[in-house]
């Protein structure tokens, strides 16, 4: 018996995206990536921040290339030599958390500007 989990097949990623609703991530090399766009470099530096708390705090840590405005995220497990679920579940848990705003008509205001794009 394995302590290494599921590792999946590059046929079976788009699958299991579509399942954890990353539409916007995608399968490239031997990693799940997506690409953030922001409203500048300091929100840049806020979304790279909150990517590696996720990260710290899982025990999973991603992949980042930072620039002005973007912020490119690519996950695998190392330990496994591919992608298993512990990339699809840091994936969705990164995407909630970099995306989310408030609710409108609720108690918090909400950002000033969008700070960080979903496409």
């Not at 699958?15 to 953030?36: P, T, V």
């Not at 930072?66 to 490119?72: I, M």
Request: negative net charge; aromatic residues 12%.
């Amino acid at each position: 018996m394995s302590d290494k989990p599921k590792k999946y097949t590059d046929e079976e990623v788009p699958g299991k995206l579509a399942e954890y609703g990353l539409d916007a991530w995608y399968l490239e090399g031997d990693w799940i990536r997506r690409k953030y766009n922001t409203d500048g470099w300091p929100s840049t530096l806020m979304a790279v921040n909150q990517v590696g708390y996720l990260c710290e705090a899982a025990g999973h840590h991603a992949d980042l290339n930072v620039t002005w405005g973007k912020l490119w995220v690519k996950l695998a497990t190392h330990s496994a030599g591919g992608i298993t679920d512990k990339d699809f579940t840091l994936a969705r848990k990164i995407e909630d958390t970099v995306l989310w705003r408030p609710e409108e008509g609720g108690p918090l205001d909400g950002p000033m500007g969008k700070f960080v794009f979903s496409k």
